[in-house]
């Protein structure tokens, strides 16, 4: 049903004697030309980069241990010693998958957040840990019996480093992430419980201003200039037990951001995309309903609406078509930005993918199954629909152990539109977008990955998230520190 | 430079409100429709094998372990109990790439051949065996210092089951593949190390007849029907150490197919892709000559040739360009079956599976790579080049662990010209193609696989094999085992 046609391939005959050299070069530019980046036209200051990049990537890529065949937790000493990777955090390039709860690296919240006074710590039960910030002694829950004033047992313990294991507990590092991930429902339990227990700190109010902020301070040191935040919106407390509502929360985000970029004047901005959990119909219908509101209330700031979770386990997008469909029905419009396929099962969830896109979702999150599916594929790249590429995310949360074989390297051998993203950097001891982006150009993109495609994937991280009215000034901006970019490696 | 152009796609408009269930349905058709097998109108009867088929899929997807996601060597006993690969023992089907030296399982060879009369061993420095059958005691060899009668040795050692272990020795097999081959350089090691061992029992011209047969035998027992064997002809030797040359390896093969077909009238025929390991191109050039005599000399048994050998430390298919334009300076046919593409380098070693297609390649052996190759993927579907998928190869030769990741699942997806095959099966600990049919088929193919895709398959490797005169008696002989299968199964 795919009509294919390659232009110089129409014409080739079958050879006979010695395959034509200069045939064989044709053949090997044109598919160079059609992955992505490859139809970038470089100037002549980017092509001595590109040689530069290729020579580093070619010595890389030879020796003995490359770090996208290896598991992050223990490629990243690597990477972070790799000229590279180091070329790569220079680069000005935005953020366009990561959630919330996952935003702030946790040494920071350990080291910051959980040293303010009144904050509380709760051992569980299952060896997982709750904090509440609070004027006076908080009350025993179900899940936490014993609250201690972090202050006074710190001084008990003595020793300060002893804490350093609570950094652990809110990620997901491990010496041995084989051992102790041996599959998916492992890895996703301690996932879920990091983010539970990061939820206490995060969710007190000052806390989240500061921590908001510290996000754009972390993702700017990365030369990210750009972020859509996912985010679920949660309610915020007080030290005396008030509660905010959700609204709360998107105020803040827009006065943070307004002032982060009153800071950092080469900032572009911040949007959220409104994140829930999957469960009934109904809670999605008024969850749409709310973010249809508030995107009425604040269009600058709200980008969208996705469902989060994980995928096997929860729910397809077709079981919620009635809420999904109430924008259309009520003829307004608010975009989509689904997670669908961050599955290798093969099995009906994969469905995901095509139903985003009957959806109208604006871009795939993950997308991993995509290339499995070709008729979604050709509808995503005809309409423009970019995947948020995760690799890292998708190697911890054990869809792939080596790199080489994530599934995008199809994508971007064909130049599908592709962002780069890195969805939850603090679990995975990740800051700002270069590991992930690391992972993609040497271990997905393979040796022929060159500066035109990280030209393509910076250009459409910029290009393709911002609203009309943003563009011009956002990609004029973005083309001017690419050039000190080029010009600052050469 | 694709032109894509999907018909239902191409009238598509952007949905408003739900979309429409029955558009939605359409497209999931249209994309099963473009996987292997997609196309395949089933019978009646067929159909209800399907059901059946679907429903056993979806119990083993939904276990808690899933073969294709573990290593082959902890997957075995799994596999040996599914219903579906008991079903595809059954399911008529011929062998297109497997290499001689590892055709016969090694329990043949310790419990058979390693009894006979006359038969040294010798243990290497680096813990590796020799065989030699000789009618006096061995002189010493520069790799084997002290060789013994296996007759007296085991006599001596009273334990027959001690030597279990030599077994162990001429297979990859481990209990802990991951500890024991910790990457590519170790196992393609004790690979090579198998394959030497193995020489000595294989090369004595009277085994080498009882090999090829009891080769046949194998595969009967899986329903294989046909054989197309890479070998490099070796020279083989007698008791008193006469020398055969390649010429009676050929014709041995020859008159053992014969014997066996007369033995077993529904056997289809066996031929030999002449296989050598590239050196320099005077002896590529050698070798082409010498393939290109004896193919006009036994024309119904050679089939082609192929170079083997571990691609990512070897000269490149480009690098032996003289050599390979032989034939067409010649002005003879000597058909190409080349392995290219077995790596997941993402380097230029990649570039083979290009020049195998510029060399007219008749198919690709393994092809791990095609999937990231556009161009070249147009080209090989193009020309009807089928890819020879050995799912087992590629994961315990380290290219792949989880094989829901495989490329192939995307060429599957797509409707690829394919045809499954098991490489090195004695090496793996599998007989017969089941194995790797059943990797390929619940793995690779996903759940959306299905009976047609089976029937692709096995048509396939009947119809894309046989030379013109033979096709319509081997695809009507084919069909007739096809129906009884589909019978017997209801
Ligand atoms: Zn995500
Ligand atoms: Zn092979």
Redesign the interface.
């Known amino acids: ?7 110089l ?1 129409c014409f ?1 005959r ?6 034509d050299p200069g ?2 070069d044709l ?2 530019l ?2 160079a ?2 992955q992505t980046g490859g139809r970038v036209a470089l100037t002549e200051t980017e092509q001595k980069l590109d040689a530069h990049l290729h020579q580093l990537k070619e010595k890389e ?1 030879s020796a003995a241990l490359f770090p996208p065949a290896m598991h992050f937790f223990k490629a990243k000493p690597l990477i972070q010693r790799s000229p590279i990777f180091r070329l790569l955090q220079k680069m000005p390039k935005a953020a366009l998958h990561i959630h919330s709860s996952a935003l702030v690296s946790v040494e920071w919240l350990v080291k910051n957040v959980t040293y303010r006074p009144h904050c509380y710590i709760c051992f569980t039960w299952d060896n997982s840990v709750r904090f509440l910030f609070s004027d006076r002694q908080p009350f025993p829950r179900w899940d936490c019996f014993y609250w201690q004033l972090l202050e006074t047992l710190r001084a008990k313990l003595g020793d300060p480093t002893g804490f350093d294991n609570l950094i652990q507990r809110l990620t997901l590092f491990t010496e041995d992430p ?1 051992g102790e991930y041996p599959n998916q429902d492992v890895v996703w339990q301690k996932f879920e419980k990091a983010f539970i227990a990061a939820a206490g700190l995060i969710t007190h109010a000052p806390v989240l201003r500061d921590y908001l902020y510290r996000g754009l301070v972390e993702l700017m040191l990365d030369n990210v200039m750009y972020l859509e935040l996912r985010s679920g919106l949660s309610r915020t407390y007080e030290l005396d037990g008030t509660i905010h509502e959700k609204v709360w929360s998107l105020k803040t985000f827009q006065e943070v951001t307004k002032r982060f970029m009153s800071d950092h004047p080469d900032f572009l901005g911040a949007r959220i995309i409104i994140s829930v959990n999957a469960l009934s119909v109904s809670e999605v219908k008024a969850a749409i309903k709310e973010a249809i509101q508030l995107q009425k209330d604040f269009p600058d700031v709200v980008a969208g609406f996705d469902m989060v979770g994980r995928e096997d386990s929860g729910r397809t997008l ?1 079981y919620f ?2 809420a ?2 109430l924008p ?2 009520l003829s307004v419009t608010l975009p989509y930005f689904f997670h669908a396929g961050e599955t ?5 969830v ?2 995901n993918i ?2 985003a896109l ?3 979702t604006t871009r795939i999150g993950h997308g991993y199954a995509l ?6 594929k ?2 995503s ?2 309409r423009d629909v970019a995947v948020e590429l995760c690799p890292i995310s998708n190697q911890v949360l054990k ?4 790199l ?4 995008a ?2 994508l971007m ?2 130049g599908h539109p592709m962002v780069i993203s890195s969805d939850d950097p603090s679990l995975f001891g990740t800051t700002g977008l270069s590991y992930d982006f690391y992972e993609a150009f040497t ?1 997905i ?4 990955a060159n500066l035109g495609t990280l030209k393509e994937l910076a250009v459409n991280s910029i290009y393709s998230s911002l609203p009309a009215h943003l563009k011009d000034t956002g990609y004029a901006m973005w083309q001017n520190k690419w050039n000190v970019f080029v010009l600052d490696h050469l």
């Not at 290798?344 to 009906?348: A, I, K, S, V």
């Open positions: 049903a795919v009509v294919t046609c390659v232009p391939l080739a079958v050879t006979h004697g010695m395959p045939q064989r053949l090997m044109e598919e030309f059609m890529m084989d077709w078509r009635e999904l469909s259309a029905d290798d099962e093969g099995t009906d994969d469905q095509l139903d009957l959806f109208n290339a499995h599916h070709p008729l979604a050709a509808i790249r005809k869809l792939v152990s080596d080489r074989n994530h599934p390297a199809v051998s064909e271990g993109g393979g040796l022929k």
